[in-house]
């Protein structure tokens, strides 16, 4: 069974650059077709995507974020990284990662992390 955890600062000051890492197990970030997500929900808001990783390592990101927004990955530690630069009161979310795959031509998250509370605040 495929779990994923997120970890990274549960505080991060604006203007700074907020770090996270998706630590997956019980598969492999490399397996062909699956797709590494960062999606995050915002206190009283619903869920927005913000980009991922294939597993060749290509990368996506929502038009909204993709000026700050970087994910990458470790494939000897199987963990996925997102940074997010330039971070204001507004990013204060909970973050997820979450597998994506294609089934039936419709792409559906079929594991997702617990989330990370991550709040931007002086």
């Known amino acids: 069974q495929v779990q994923l955890q997120e970890s990274g600062p549960g505080l991060v000051r604006p203007s700074q650059a907020l770090s996270l890492t998706c630590t997956v197990s019980g598969g492999t970030i490399t397996t062909s077709f699956d797709y590494w997500n960062w999606i995050r929900q915002p206190p009283g808001k619903g869920l927005e995507w913000m980009g991922a990783?294939?597993?060749?390592?290509?990368?996506y990101y929502s038009p909204s974020l993709k000026s700050r927004t970087s994910i990458s990955r470790d494939t000897s530690k199987n963990q996925i990284t997102l940074q997010l630069s330039s971070v204001t009161p507004e990013d204060t979310a909970v973050y997820y990662c979450a597998r994506g795959r294609v089934v039936t031509a419709i792409y559906e998250y079929d594991y997702w992390g617990q989330g990370t509370q991550v709040t931007v605040s002086s």
């Open positions: 990783i294939s597993y060749s390592g290509s990368t």
